[in-house]
């Protein structure tokens, strides 16, 4: 019984919301590797794009709300979700068009188009800001949650409760289908093929007659759509400001580097060792430790690492460890 | 010694000037409050509040042979420390104010008072900043430091008991990591552990941020009968009890003043039910008496700190009219005396009855808005209400 309720608590404070943050980090990720891979630069821009992303799907939410749309028990968000995705994805390409174009047809150096990035970061930042302010915005709704705590206690009689938010569920089976969706993309498409011949080799690719303007805007789309997913989810999930978007950016960097930069799969493994990292070395095991041991071994203190001030060091600390050992990443992507 | 001796002969000069002057004197006061920044909400009532106790005194005619008293505004900002440095600065050496109210926000009103008001000689009465690190107990601040609001030690203390009352022995305690939050926990846990209970953790949490379940992940496993959230309900505060709440973590929760608000019931409704909390509170009477006399003046006079403001800036006045000069050097001995009995008890709206007593060297125990009572080196002793959750709402459930 003991045991039993060790588990349930480990899985309440550290496995359910692990999994759930780390697949909107590996979400995040992705879109950062993509960039890396394809466009071949660091997009420090990303975790401003899921916020104007989000802000989006935010403003079109509680369009619907107010005529009365909803999808039941679902958050009200999916259903604007493709209208987020394709407003995103249109001012992806126009930032393309008016920024960056310019920039790669001169072929500057990356660390040109790191800092076109940071400037574009900075205006998106703005904009957001400017139009739904800075401020918290709600726009979860429908069941809050799967199972609550006090349920699962009456049901299984155990002193220990376990909570699966709504949308927690629904952020682990969107990321698991839009992973699959572009792995299937990058692997059978011929769209897909392409952008990866373009990633290893630009010039071979483009003697082989694969028109570079069509690779980087499906690659812009397919940013918008991760970006505005994975920024949506966060928001439901947690809650949607402005500044913890741009707080992102860091976890997101860490789970793409170390995973590797350019590398999908990567990014995925990244995103959860990032944040499984960031809940397990910031928890307190006390109470997990004090259902296990016997008596004589249980701890009086917290058993906690580290405060959970600390929490971004410990992805810098990642990074920094990575970077020294392994600097291609864990899926050998490209060194930095 | 030459210091002193110049200043002396300065301060000389300058209240014979006064009394050559004589009728139709002016007394320009400072009112440094966060007029911008985290509490602009309150300053507005604040400010307008001062404003209202000078007008009051002014229209009397009283105070040292009919003076005309000015408030001069200035920004404190609440969280730049320069600024509101700068602003006390100017206030005092250009403006020539002869003490200040203010400042709003415990950290600014620590820097105005060492960098400015040490340095001038200005006596200061805060009526909002509540840091238990601005009780000058060993007279660091040279007697030119007061306030109208209670120190949060002596919320720490009122904490306890209602948590004793209640019998709850064992706690969790998350604080929000500012002057204010870390002020209060320490506080809360010294005398929480003195009278025997014992806190499990006592962790903070920065505001602003979107996910909590890190930090309640620990104060979980820590455990205790309820946990105790000295946080802001617009920040972190709000989200640590969600998180606890979804979790299943706790589901009671003690909070202070930072988290008392329409807000707080409006975000959680019945979640909260069996949860307790205290803020400063004057009691009913006052705030009713308070509210028929800002009537126009203020918008808001049961606004958190306007009536604390109103009776900063009438003991400054009071204490004026009690040492018969504007000089801070002369009134600052007095601001006890008539902030305590004994005395003809004057509330709001009677400053003019207590000027006159003061001339005719009379004694008053000034009452005031919020039942002043100045306490150790120059605070007030606080009157707390008590407040219960029921139902999906706030009530009163008794008073400290």
């Excluded at chain 1, 690659?219 to 999930?237: C, K, N, R």
Aim: glycine fraction near 12%; include cysteine; aromatic fraction near 8%.
């Amino acid at each position: 019984m003991d045991f039993l309720n060790a588990i349930v608590a480990l899985a309440n404070f550290v496995l359910v919301p692990g999994i759930a943050y780390g697949a909107q980090l590996a979400l995040g990720a992705l879109g950062v590797t993509l960039i890396y891979g394809i466009l071949r630069f660091s997009n420090f821009a990303h975790g401003d794009t899921m916020a104007f992303g989000t802000m989006f799907v935010i403003l079109i939410t509680w369009g619907f709300q107010s005529v009365g749309i909803s999808a039941g028990p679902l958050p009200t968000a999916l259903l604007a979700l493709p209208f987020g995705i394709a407003l995103t994805g249109l001012v992806l390409l126009g930032t393309d068009r008016i920024v960056y174009r310019f920039y790669r047809r001169t072929r500057v150096k990356p660390v040109v188009f790191v800092m076109v990035s940071l400037g574009v970061m900075f205006i998106m930042n703005g904009l957001t800001r400017f139009i739904i302010g800075p401020g918290d915005q709600r726009f979860a709704d429908g069941e809050r949650f799967l199972i609550s705590a006090r349920d699962f206690k009456e049901m299984t009689g155990l002193k220990e409760g376990l909570a699966i938010k709504t949308t927690q569920g629904i952020t682990v089976i969107t990321a698991v289908v839009v992973v699959a969706l572009l792995f299937w993309f990058l692997n059978r498409t011929r769209t897909g093929k392409s952008m990866r011949a373009f990633s290893d080799n630009e010039d071979l690719a483009l003697l082989s007659g694969i028109n570079p303007e069509r690779v980087v805007m499906y690659t812009w789309l397919i940013v918008a759509a991760l970006a505005t997913i994975a920024g949506t989810l966060y928001g439901l999930d947690k809650s949607f400001k402005p500044f913890t978007y741009f707080q992102l950016l860091l976890p997101i960097f860490a789970a793409a580097i170390v995973g590797g930069l350019g590398s999908p799969l990567g990014a995925i493994a990244g995103g959860f060792l990032i944040a499984f990292a960031e809940v397990t070395v910031t928890y307190a095991w006390k109470k997990v430790a004090n259902y296990v041991l016997p008596e004589a071994l249980a701890p009086d203190g917290l058993a906690q690492l580290l405060s959970t001030d600390y929490k971004f060091a410990v992805s810098f600390s990642i990074l920094i460890i990575v970077l020294l050992f392994k600097p291609t990443g864990l899926f050998k992507g490209q060194s930095v | 010694m030459k210091k002193l001796l110049l200043a002396s002969t300065a301060t000389a000069m300058m209240a014979g000037g006064a009394f050559a002057d004589g009728h139709a004197t002016e007394v320009k006061l400072g009112i440094i409050l966060g007029f911008t920044g985290p509490i602009e909400s309150l300053a507005v009532h604040m400010g307008n509040a001062a404003e209202l106790a000078m007008k009051e005194v002014t229209e009397s005619g009283l105070l040292l042979d009919g003076a005309k008293v000015t408030g001069i505004r200035g920004d404190s900002t609440c969280i730049d420390a320069a600024a509101a440095t700068a602003v006390a600065e100017r206030q005092i050496t250009s403006d020539g104010v002869k003490g200040i109210v203010g400042s709003g926000c415990s950290g600014v009103t620590a820097a105005i008072l060492n960098n400015v008001a040490l340095a001038n000689g200005t006596v200061m009465i805060s009526p909002s900043a509540t840091s238990p690190g601005l009780s000058h107990n060993n007279n660091e601040d040279e007697g030119l430091f007061f306030r109208t609001a209670p120190s949060d030690a002596r919320q720490g203390v009122v904490m306890t008991e209602v948590l004793m009352e209640a019998d709850v022995k064992e706690v969790a305690l998350t604080y929000t990591n500012n002057d204010y939050g870390k002020g209060l926990a320490d506080a809360f846990q010294a005398a929480y552990e003195e009278a025997g209970g014992s806190v499990t953790i006592n962790a903070a949490h920065e505001d602003g941020k979107a996910d909590y379940s890190a930090e309640v992940g620990a104060l979980a496993s820590a455990g205790g009968d309820l946990l105790v959230v000295a946080g802001y309900v617009d920040q972190g505060g709000s989200g640590i009890v969600r998180a606890a709440l979804d979790t299943g973590a706790f589901d009671r929760f003690h909070f202070p003043d930072g988290m008392i608000s329409t807000k707080l019931v409006e975000n959680f409704g019945s979640e909260i039910d069996g949860s307790s909390g205290q803020h400063p509170s004057p009691s009913d009477e006052l705030s009713a008496l308070f509210t028929e006399l800002a009537k126009g003046d203020i918008d808001e006079p049961t606004s958190p700190f306007a009536p604390e403001t109103y009776d900063a800036a009438a003991l400054i006045m009071l204490a004026m009219q009690a040492a018969g000069s504007s000089e801070p050097a002369d009134y600052k001995s007095k601001v006890m005396d008539v902030a305590n009995a004994p005395g003809e008890k004057i509330s709001a709206g009677e400053l003019a009855k207590g000027l006159q007593i003061l001339k005719d060297g009379g004694d008053i125990d000034y009452v005031g808005a919020t039942d002043v009572e100045l306490i150790g080196p120059g605070e007030a002793a606080g009157n707390y209400r008590v407040v219960g959750y029921e139902g999906g709402a706030e009530v009163t459930a008794g008073r400290k």
